[in-house]
C-alpha cells in the first residue's frame, strides 16, 4: 500500500478538487516510503503540476487548516488541527550553480520533480489523479532501494550540490537500520575529504545535527558519522555519549554534546538567541562550580546531571542564601558576592545540604570577609 489508510478520505477529497481545477497532483517522497513500510507520519508531501492554491484553500475552508507561504514559486504549509502537515509544493527542476548554493528552481514535471531528491528510495510518487488514483510512479528505483534497505544519491553530483544531503544520508541509514550502496558510500568519503560541508552556513550545518539528535538511534547515526568522518564539520572528534543519549530534549543532548566537546563549540552552532543562552547558564554552572542561583529550566537540569552524574543532589538547586538574606546579616558591597560565591561553591560540592547549614557557615565567614 503506497497511500496511508488513515488520510485516505482526506486524499480522496482532494483528488476530487485537483480534478475541478484540473490539477494533477502526486504524493511524493517520504511519506510514500513510509506508507509503503507501514509507518505512521504527519509530514506529508503533496507536488502539484500546475498552482497549488485551489488545494490549500481547500483544506482551510473545509478543514480549517491554518495555511502558511514560504517561497514565489508555490511551497505551502497547511497545518491541520489533528497535528496533519501538508506541504503543497509546485512541480520543478533544479540547478545548483555553485556547490552548497540553494538551487535555481523552474517549473518541471513530475519526473523531474523527483530527480530533484535526495535519495532514490524518497524519489517516489503516488497520483491524486481520479483516473489513476493510488497508481506509483517510480522512475529511479525507490521501491528496490526500500526493499534492498538501502540508500543511494540520484547522480554523482549530489553530494557536491547539496552537502546537506551527506548528513541525510547517515541519518536515514541510521533511522531504518539501512546499509549505504557501495558507490555512493564511495562518493560520500570523497566529498567528506573534500570537505563540502565547510560550504555550508553554520545555520545550515546546525539544522543537520538538530535533525540527527531528534533521532531515536542518534547513537547509530554518529558511528556512521565517525566512519565518513563527518564529525569534524561540527568539533574535533564529536561523540554522542551514552549520557547524551539518555536526554529528554534537543537541547539537553546538545548542551550535554557541548559540555563534552568544550571550547566554541556552542557559539559555533549560531543557535537562536533562548536556545543559546538556556544551554550556556548549563554550562556556566558546570565550568565554574558554583551552584545557581537561580531555579534552573527542565533542560539545564538535564544537562548538568547528565554531565556530572556524580554532583551531590544540592549542586543544580538555587543557592540556599540569596543576596538580599545574606546582606540582612551585615554583609556589604563586594562582601555580599564574596560570601554567596563561597556558600555556592560549597553547595555544588556537597558541602552544605541545608540552608541551616548555609546560615551556620555564613556566621563562621563574617569575620575573614
Known amino acids: 500500500m503506497l497511500i496511508n489508510k488513515k488520510y485516505l478520505p482526506l486524499f480522496k477529497a482532494l483528488s476530487v478538487e485537483a480534478a475541478k481545477h484540473g490539477l494533477s497532483a502526486w504524493l511524493v517522497g517520504g511519506c510514500v516510503r513510509d506508507a509503503y513500510l507501514g509507518i505512521p507520519t504527519k509530514d506529508i508531501d503533496i507536488t502539484v503540476l500546475e498552482n497549488p492554491n485551489p488545494l490549500v484553500n481547500f483544506c482551510v475552508k473545509k478543514y480549517k487548516a491554518q495555511a502558511q507561504k514560504f517561497d514565489a514559486f508555490g511551497t505551502w504549509r497547511v497545518q491541520f488541527k489533528n497535528g496533519l502537515k501538508i506541504d503543497f509544493v509546485t512541480a520543478r527542476r533544479e540547478t545548483y550553480p555553485k556547490s552548497a548554493m540553494l538551487p535555481l528552481v523552474a517549473p518541471g514535471t513530475i519526473k523531474e520533480d523527483l530527480f530533484r531528491r535526495d535519495f532514490t528510495a524518497n524519489a517516489w510518487a503516488v497520483s491524486l489523479s481520479q483516473k489513476d488514483f493510488g497508481a506509483g510512479f517510480d522512475p529511479y528505483g525507490a521501491q528496490k532501494a526500500v526493499d534492498g534497505k538501502y540508500i543511494k544519491i540520484l547522480h554523482a553530483q549530489s553530494f557536491k550540490d547539496d552537502p546537506t544531503r551527506m548528513f541525510r544520508a547517515v541519518r536515514f541509514a541510521g533511522r531504518f537500520n539501512w546499509k549505504i550502496e557501495k558507490e555512493t558510500s564511495r562518493l560520500l568519503t570523497e566529498a567528506s575529504a573534500r ?47 551514552p549520557a547524551a543519549q539518555k536526554a529528554s530534549s534537543t537541547n539537553a543532548r546538545l548542551g550535554v554534546l557541548a559540555a563534552r566537546a568544550g571550547g566554541k563549540f556552542l557559539e559555533s552552532l549560531e543557535l537562536p538567541r533562548k536556545d543559546f543562552l538556556e544551554i550556556d547558564s548549563a554550562l556556566e ?59 555556592r561553591a560549597l553547595q555544588y560540592a556537597g558541602k552544605i545540604k541545608t540552608k541551616f547549614s548555609a546560615q551556620k557557615k555564613l556566621s563562621e565567614l563574617k569575620n575573614g570577609l
Request: charged residues 25%; proline residues 7%.
Open 285 to 343: 554552572i558546570l565550568k565554574t562550580k558554583l551552584s545557581p542561583l537561580k531555579k534552573l529550566t527542565k533542560t539545564q537540569t538535564e544537562i548538568i546531571k547528565l554531565s556530572a552524574p556524580r554532583l551531590p543532589p544540592a549542586a543544580a538547586k538555587p543557592a540556599f542564601l540569596t543576596g538580599g538574606e545574606i546582606a540582612a546579616r551585615g554583609f556589604k558591597n563586594a562582601q555580599i558576592s564574596a560570601a554567596q560565591n563561597i556558600l
Open 195 to 241: 570537505r563540502y560541508p565547510e560550504l555550508l552556513s553554520r545555520a545550515r550545518l546546525r539544522a543537520e545535527l538538530v535533525k540527527i539528535l531528534q533521532e531515536k538511534r542518534a547513537d547509530k547515526i554518529f558511528k556512521l558519522m565517525k566512519f565518513y568522518n563527518l564529525e569534524k564539520f561540527f568539533a574535533p572528534s564529536l561523540l554522542l555519549v
